[in-house]
């Protein structure tokens, strides 16, 4: 099979054994295309776990999860027909005008054109230090026998202690070879590349998505009179800034991360993932789909790379903390609510910090090469911070950018970002701080030689931290562009349309629109 | 309203807009200069160079997977000699994904090693070399075959 063939087929594959869960945890949205392979993957990392833990084969792992995974998603749609993607009703809070309809799917247009002309670097045939000696060659160690396995992953003679990492990127790899026939590093990487382009366009959707609910909520407080357009021009300011400006994402983000981005290493995974886990769990406005989208994103990254473990578990925790906190505020204003609310948060955390502490757990218990990590001393760590901070600063020049943009919207404009619906800033710069203080506490506290550690790394290390810098740049485009006509509809505010339900995170029995009073005006949490 | 409220407001309403102008222009701004540079990235690994040394380091790895797979077959425990970390890694690269390994160096059928040769034959100057722990045919060291490549050491060593 060639390679454009076998690449096909293994995203169908992945796509496939993920299409159920994410329909059932995001619904059917422009993003669900690239999330299914990405929940694919996920599948495939699990099914690598409880392969090297218990014991079979890694293909019937795989096979019997996603099954598993079906299965369940079918029983849950059988209990619960409301929660079917197709069972959604007219007039419900998913609907929105044509126009704006068409603006998803030209953002989304804009975002798979960019891809594409960035993925023709894929013509090079490079495949990567790395995927070639340890993310690649471990796909292959994925499909021999568990003896074998236990064997390759435990033998002082191979050395390297990068192989008890985290095993997404490998186990994506090792199903496109089983189900293609087709055992060459080049599919390997085409696969991963793929896979790493679906975690941006989730991310740079959103931009679309946020800027698209924006202009609808500026424009349905406008007069009637302006109503009538099928879409009102000075409140669609923020969708074409929007669509702007993911599409230039796109490029930025393949710019931070190639040539990373298509020659098989895990960092752009992790770093995109947890990224898109910031935006739309941090920075959008929240609500189940996107909680779902969160879930999903956040096992990628803490399944991809050790860097991405930290990040993922303390992302989890900010982004339960943030749910916890919407849901205490919309609980002071409905006091009839559950009186468990905040169950639901935390199982949720606990469940994906299980998953994402899965495979580290398993590594420890059968002894792979690579699990002791020592420490250097106390009195080391000021040196190695200072060297630190100094291998950062070139790749972080984002937040000369950023930090200013931030604080003048702060301050100026916050009244604008609340009427948005996005999260307050703070939430985003907590997200990037946790994936930047995750990988420079790793290069403080360990042992190795600081110089020639971060010479080699520093570049995909700070993948995250810098791709998120930017997002929370395009977060502000989007809020400052609608700025004018939120200045013009304060001259004719209507109180009685402050506080419009979100066009699609609204639960699907809420009405679009109704009279709310001054006093429950959500806080920009 | 009164006349000073109903001005605040408007002071707040221009300050609202002039400060949404500049902060989407800055941020445009900023997004475009990168996105550009990102786009200058993005057509550098399509150059000739950059084409040139991938290919090189493919049909490198090939070659070293030929000629290892010409000396042992897929059930014979391997361990790759450890002695010097440069060759240890082009072996592993070239057959890590396919040999069955073993758990200690004394306990595999097979050792490989790499070693330096002048002229035909070699893959950029080497050879894979395999120690058998028993005598093949009486043989207990054998020179792997099958594929060669032009050149000297290992080629350009990709990004990191």
Known sequence: MTTVSATIV????????????????????????????????????????????????????????????????ALAWRKWPNRRPWAVEPGSGMSSPTGYRLFGALGALGIVAACAWCLR???????????????????????????????????????????????????????????????TLRLGVVVVALLNTCALATAAFAIVEFARRFSWRLSASEPRSHQRDPI?????????????????????????TEPFMTNGYADPIWSLAALGAVVYGLQMSGGQ??????????????????????????????????????????????????????????????????????????????????????????????????????????????LLWAVPIAVVGGLLLS????????????????????????VAGALIVGTSAIEPWLATTVHRVTEFPALTGWWIVAMWVVVASGAPAEAARQRTARPDREDLPDPVTAPVTAPVAGPAPDSVRVPSV | ???????????????????????????????????????????????????RNATIDDEYYQCLDIQARSLISSNQSVAIDTANLGDFISLLKSIGSWATFAGTSSGADVRLSLRAISGPGGCR????????????????QQVGTGASMPGHGPPPAPPL
């Open chain 1, 121 to 183: 670097d894929l013509s090079t045939p490079t495949v990567g230090f790395d995927a070639r000696a340890l993310w690649l060659t471990r796909s292959g160690w994925f499909l021999h026998s568990h003896q074998q396995v236990l064997t390759t992953l435990r033998a002082p003679t191979l050395v390297l202690g990068q192989s008890a990492y985290p095993p997404l990127v490998s186990a994506a790899g090792a199903v496109a070879w089983s189900v293609t026939g087709n055992h």
């Open chain 1, 10 to 73: 293994a995203m169908v594959v992945l796509s496939a054994a993920g299409l159920l869960p994410t329909l059932a945890v995001v619904g059917l949205r422009w993003i669900t295309f690239p999330l299914a392979p990405l929940a694919g993957a996920v599948i495939a990392a699990l099914a690598a776990t409880g392969f090297v833990a218990v014991g079979g084969t890694f293909m019937v792992w795989f096979v019997s999860l996603a099954a598993v995974v079906a299965g369940v998603t």
């Open chain 1, 289 to 398: 789909s996107e909680y779902g989208v969160v879930a999903i994103l956040v096992l990628t990254a803490g399944m991809a790379k050790n860097e991405g473990v930290v990040t993922a578990a303390v992302l989890i925790v900010l982004i339960a903390l943030r749910q916890l906190s919407i849901q205490f505020a919309d609980r002071a204003n409905h006091p009839e609510s559950r009186r468990w609310w905040w169950r639901g948060p935390i199982a949720v955390a606990v469940a994906e910090l299980a998953a994402v502490g899965a495979w580290p757990v398993v590594m420890r218990a059968i002894g792979a090469r690579g699990q002791s990590s020592p420490l250097s001393t106390p009195s080391q760590w000021v040196s190695r911070a200072r060297s630190t901070y100094d291998g950062f600063v070139p790749y972080l020049h984002v």
């Open chain 1, 232 to 256: 009102n021009l000075a409140a669609a300011a923020p969708m074409v800034a929007g669509l702007v400006a993911a599409v230039l994402l796109i490029f930025i983000s393949f710019g931070i």
């Open chain 1, 415 to 438: 009244r604008v970002r609340s009427r948005s619906r996005a999260a307050n800033d703070w939430w985003g710069w907590a997200g990037l701080a946790s994936g930047l203080l995750a």
């Open chain 2, 125 to 140: 100057g080497s050879v894979v070399v395999a120690d058998f722990a028993v005598p093949l045919h009486g043989v207990t």
């Open chain 2, 1 to 51: 309203m009164n006349r000073k409220s109903w001005e605040r407001r408007r002071a707040s309403r221009t300050t609202i807009t002039v400060a949404g102008i500049i902060v989407a222009v800055a941020a445009v701004v900023g997004l475009g200069t990168q996105a550009v540079s990102g786009a200058r990235t993005v057509n550098a690994q399509r150059q000739t160079t950059t084409v």
